[in-house]
């Protein structure tokens, strides 16, 4: 079982920024992928960013540009940073790990 517990999350103005951080309960370097996912009210689950072992990652087209994954293995913790939000990045924000675990989730909030 590994467990995951995001955290930074809050309330910003537009054109603010904020750092999320995903911390988990094992080594994350034996897993191939980890990710930050976002659901905002009556909205399905999708995809921010995820980021490989050889630090290969993907964005969605919504953030390119202004938000960054990056992972620190030793640490055991992954980071999302959220820079230039805008009002429709308001989310929970959730951390996974393994594309099985889910942490309960960091609420972001982005007023105009």
């Known amino acids: 079982q590994v467990h995951v517990v995001e955290s930074g999350g809050g309330l910003v103005q537009a054109g603010g920024s904020l750092r999320l951080s995903c911390a988990t309960s094992v080594s994350i370097a034996r897993f191939n992928a980890v990710g930050w996912y976002r659901q905002a009210p009556g909205k399905e689950r999708e995809m921010v960013a995820r980021i490989t072992t050889g630090d290969a990652t993907n964005y969605a087209d919504s953030v390119k540009d202004r938000f960054t994954i990056s992972r620190d293995n030793a640490a055991k913790r992954v980071y999302l940073q959220m820079t230039n939000v805008k009002p429709e990045d308001t989310a929970v924000y959730y951390c996974?790990?393994?594309?099985?675990?889910w942490g309960q989730g960091t609420q972001v909030t982005v007023s105009s």
């Open positions: 996974q790990v393994a594309n099985s675990f």
